[in-house]
């Protein structure tokens, strides 16, 4: 299977902050990643598809990029509501596979 | 009207079979070219995929649990269930069924884009 790794595993940050998450896969996976945002106690809610692709309704804020094996997602200010995990997951080979997770709070 | 929706909370003892049934409104399993999905979460961990079906009858499934999931869908009833067997406490998570529909200009992303409200399975005697 393909491992995703994602890092870091926390991060603080401050309200308007740009905010960098990195994932990386273990093979070539060209750009069939998404990307998803979990609440506390809620489902995983998309983000991301095709690495780059902003799914309908998401803020503008969020920004997908790479190819290959190296992913990463952008938030350009951090807003109050994005507390939550972020989770990479690989769509290119089965089974698919999620990263570890990004734990996102506030400082 | 929740799009998916799962049943409430299941404890199951060791050895036993899990089974589960998403209920889908607001559409049909047929339509779309979608797959349906479960994923399910154990505490502090990422999601893990299970596997998937068309409304045809085609599907994937995680190579470390194929010989004991199953994944089957119900047309008539527009629902898709999961059977997981011989469980132990390794089990335990909130089980959720998603729809993996095809994205992009040429459809070639797939990506869980509807998400039940998750179920709580406990696995203990």
């Known amino acids: 299977a393909i491992q995703m790794t994602q890092f870091p595993s926390s991060l603080s940050a401050s309200v308007g902050d740009r905010v960098t998450i990195t994932c990386r896969a273990s093979?070539?996976?060209?750009?069939?990643l998404g990307w998803y945002q979990q609440k506390p106690g809620k489902a995983p809610r998309l983000l991301v598809y095709?690495?780059?692709t902003l799914e309908s309704g998401v803020p503008s804020r969020f920004r997908g990029g790479g190819s290959g094996t190296d992913f990463t997602l952008i938030i350009s200010s951090l807003h109050p509501d994005d507390l939550a995990t972020y989770y990479c997951l690989q769509d290119y080979n089965f089974p698919w596979t999620f990263g570890q997770g990004t734990k996102l709070d506030f400082k | 009207q929740v799009p998916l929706q799962e049943p409430d909370p299941r404890l199951v003892k060791p050895s036993q079979t899990l089974s589960l049934t998403c209920s889908v409104s607001?559409?049909?399993?047929?339509?779309?070219?979608?797959?349906w999905s479960w994923i399910r979460q154990s505490a502090g961990q990422g999601p893990e995929w299970m596997g998937r079906?068309?409304?045809?009858?085609?599907?994937n499934y995680s190579p470390s649990l194929k010989s004991r999931v199953t994944i089957s869908v119900d047309t008539s009833m527009n629902t898709f269930s999961l059977s997981l067997k011989s469980v132990t406490a390794a089990d335990t998570a909130v089980y959720y069924c998603a729809r993996d529909s095809p994205h992009g200009d040429s459809r070639s992303y797939d990506a869980l884009d509807m998400w039940g409200q998750g179920t709580m399975v406990t696995v203990s005697s």
């Open positions: 607001g559409g049909s399993v047929s339509g779309g070219g979608y797959y």
């Open positions: 093979q070539d996976i060209r750009n069939q």
């Open positions: 095709g690495a780059s």
């Open positions: 079906i068309s409304a045809t009858g085609n599907s």
